[in-house]
């Protein structure tokens, strides 16, 4: 029944000039304020990047509050430094310290995506996490047994279990997402990655035992050019082609209701987006972060494209309450998760 | 009376209905096009915040909302209702493009001030407060790991070592406060290095090479000089204090977060490391001749390092060297010697 399906393209609409203006604004205020405004800034971003995302006639937006946020950030500080202190008491603080952190992160990681889903708007309808955090404990403890029992060589299962269980619990309005995508293509993605990682890194390490002597008194040298090419060759290559493979998984034939998405990321697109964009970054002093940011969204939304069945819509579920306890952690770890934009 | 045409969501379903909006001189708002017209008071209705040029919302009661891009309807409704002075504030300098170009251009300055000057600074001042044990500490497992990576134990003969040793002992003698020891090692080519706890390693394949006794003393001076500045320390502050504030700053740019903060980085972690070399160029320079050796002999070393190294110098790219590059370095220590 392919003909029932419609296609609808993201796009981005934000520009690079506009984009500057905020933003300097917010790091010039984060600065003076030291730090407390970073949670206005936080979610004024989010509003700019989610409003400018179009897809099928209409936008994202963020409903978050900055209140909630700032009070998340500040009680995560809080807990972290704690922790911090703690560890350095004594050896048993320490251990004790360790098991709590890898004991909180299941919660962290469902808190945070919840916050961020909950707070995502489109078409006036929220998107939704209905994941509970004794299943993120399970699948966490079953991944991560295995990450250990096989030295790490388990390690996409854990990328693809902890997917599976984020997005299969995500909705919009009351409509489920629905994802399929088989376990071994994760295994492909990173050894496809390694393919290109192992290589490199051998010539890599091959040359630098021969440029040795580097340091101390004679200390010639820095490292040759084409050293540092092999360098930032192995820093970015595989980096693309696990992100573009990732990316393609994630999205492609992820299911919303009836509807669905499709991705075409191409590893040499994002390889010459890093690039540029980490060049001209440090080329500008930081000047055209906002620049970076706004290329990375026109090319992420280039890539994907809803399949509309019939018509878009989905009914309001019944709301619950995230504290914003989760999002202060997600900024410090970085645990966000980029579904549903 | 002003009339704008919107999407109107209900709130319940994700459907769109297009309504017109208008409101009337009363500051009711009127809505068309849902059913039977509705009308709520303007105090009623909120408008999302503006961020940029993208549409505006407005909430009504009971979670419906309207979205639309005619700016300049919603700008009146702000305006009749009045808009907080926090966001009215941040509308002006976002609006404000000399304000905005000056401010960027500070954060730049800022940023390159930060990175030249106050991370140097604030390294130093950190160094100096650790405990004398946390460079013993970190002195004694680098030598260990070093023993066990790349060198081997030195193969010369004790009476060229006792030699050797006692000049170095004439020249520590000068630094009392500090914890300089000598070791000799094998098997990295002609080289001196400096351990944060101030121990000095020079190689047999140096004492092989150098055509003078005062060759070897000028190396020992240069990482004598690593020692009495605490460099080994001050650049491990330095290059992580770098990564953190280049990663906390680009963040995500880039995507791969390996990257973008890691160039930036590197290039201030070689910034770092050159100035501590040409330190330890002046402290040893200094050095050599309050000991009665003649400086001359360390460049006339590192002119000869430099013929026997890379074929090809021009091959490297001067903003990533841990060092100075060596013509500059030859010429500032014959100047300074010379200026003697």
Redesign the interface.
């Known amino acids: 029944m392919q003909h029932d399906y419609r296609p609808a393209a993201f796009r981005f ?2 520009n690079a000039s ?5 933003w ?2 917010h ?2 205020l984060t ?1 003076l304020t030291l730090g407390v405004f970073s949670a206005w800034a936080k979610v ?1 971003t989010k ?2 990047f989610y ?2 995302t179009v897809v099928d006639g ?2 994202f ?1 963020y ?1 978050g509050k900055p209140g909630a946020i700032l009070r998340g950030r500040v009680i995560a500080g809080a807990v972290l430094v704690a922790l911090f202190l703690l560890s350095h008491y004594s050896l048993g603080t320490y251990a004790g310290v360790l098991a709590l952190t890898l004991l909180a992160t299941p919660w962290v990681l469902v808190a945070s995506i919840g916050f961020n889903a909950q707070n995502t708007l ?4 929220r998107f939704h996490f209905t994941g509970r955090a004794k299943e993120a404990y399970l699948v966490c403890a079953k991944a991560a047994l295995l990450h250990v029992l096989s030295c790490g060589l388990a390690y996409p299962y854990l990328v693809f279990s902890l997917t599976r269980y984020a997005v299969r619990r995500y909705r ?2 009351e409509l489920p997402f629905e994802w399929n995508t088989g376990c071994a293509r994760y295994f492909g993605a990173h050894m496809l990655a390694s393919c290109f990682a192992l290589p490199l890194y051998l010539v890599l390490f091959a040359l630098a035992a021969r440029a ?15 050293m ?1 090419v092999l360098f ?1 060759a192995y ?2 290559i595989p ?2 082609i696990l ?1 573009a493979r990732l990316k393609n998984l994630l999205y492609d034939g992820l299911a919303v209701g009836e509807h669905v998405v499709s991705a075409n990321f191409r590893a040499w697109e ?1 390889l010459k ?2 690039l540029t ?3 001209l ?2 080329l ?4 055209l ?1 906002p620049w ?2 706004v290329r ?1 969204a026109v090319y992420e939304a280039s890539c994907l494209t809803l399949h509309v069945r019939g ?6 579920a019944p709301p619950t309450d995230r504290r914003a306890l989760g999002e202060g952690f997600a900024d410090l770890g ?1 645990f966000e998760l980029g579904v549903g934009t | 009376m002003m009339e704008f045409a919107a ?1 109107h ?8 209905r297009e309504v017109s909006v208008w409101i009337d001189d009363q500051n009711v708002l009127h809505l068309s096009g849902v059913g039977a017209p509705l009308g709520y008071s303007l105090s009623d209705v909120q408008i ?2 503006r ?5 505006r ?1 407005l909430l009504l009661p009971g ?3 309207c ?1 639309t891009y005619d700016r300049r309807v919603v700008d009146e409704i702000e305006r009749r209702q009045g808009v907080s002075r926090a966001t009215a504030l ?1 509308r002006r ?3 404000n ?1 000399p304000l ?1 170009c000056v ?6 300055l800022s ?2 001030a930060v990175v030249l000057a106050g991370i140097p600074a604030l390294a130093e001042r950190a160094v100096r407060s650790l405990p004398a044990s946390v460079a013993q500490q970190l002195g004694k497992s680098a030598l260990s790991v070093l023993d066990h990576t ?1 060198l081997r134990p030195s193969e010369l003969p004790i009476w060229r070592r006792f030699e050797i040793q006692r000049r170095f002992d004439g020249l520590a003698r000068r630094y009392p406060a500090l914890p300089l020891a000598l070791e000799f090692r094998r098997g ?7 351990l944060p706890d101030g121990t000095v390693i020079v190689t047999d394949e ?1 004492v092989e090479f150098a055509r003078d006794d005062g060759e070897i003393l000028a ?1 020992i001076a ?2 004598i000089g690593h020692v009495h500045h605490t460099h080994g320390l001050r650049l491990a502050f330095e290059s992580s204090t770098a990564l953190a504030l280049a990663s906390a ?3 995500d ?8 903060g ?3 980085a590197a ?1 201030a972690h ?1 910034r770092y490391s050159r100035e501590h ?1 040409q330190e330890a160029d002046d402290f040893a320079v200094a050095l050599l001749v309050t000991g009665g050796v003649e400086p001359q002999h360390f460049a006339n ?2 002119r000869r ?2 013929r026997r ?2 074929p090809d ?1 021009g ?4 903003y ?4 100075p590059p ?1 013509p500059e370095r030859i010429a500032r220590l014959e100047g300074t010697s010379s200026a003697r």
Do not use: C, M
């Open positions: 609409t934000g506009e984009y500057f203006r905020i300097v604004i790091t010039a600065l004024r509003q700019y409003r400018n209409s936008s937006d409903v489109y078409r006036n309808i919009w309005g040795r002597g580097g340091a101390g008194v004679g200390g010639l040298s820095g490292p040759p050019l084409a540092l930032y820093l970015l980096a693309a992100r994002l987006l890093y964009n980490t060049l970054v440090v500008s002093v930081g000047l972060i970076a940011r990375a018509e878009l819509v989905a009914k309001v970085d | 999407n969501y209900d709130g319940v379903t994700s459907r769109a999302a915040p961020v940029g040029s993208s549409f919302a979670g419906a909302r979205e941040l300098l976002e609006r493009v905005v401010v960027g251009l500070a954060l730049a940023l390159v790349e990295i080519g002609p080289n001196a290095l400096a140096l190396a240069h990482e700053y680009v963040g740019v880039a995507a791969v977060t390996a990257l973008s890691v160039l930036p290039l070689a070399e070393l590192l390092l430099g190294s890379l110098p091959a490297q790219f001067a990533l060297a841990s060092h060596l």
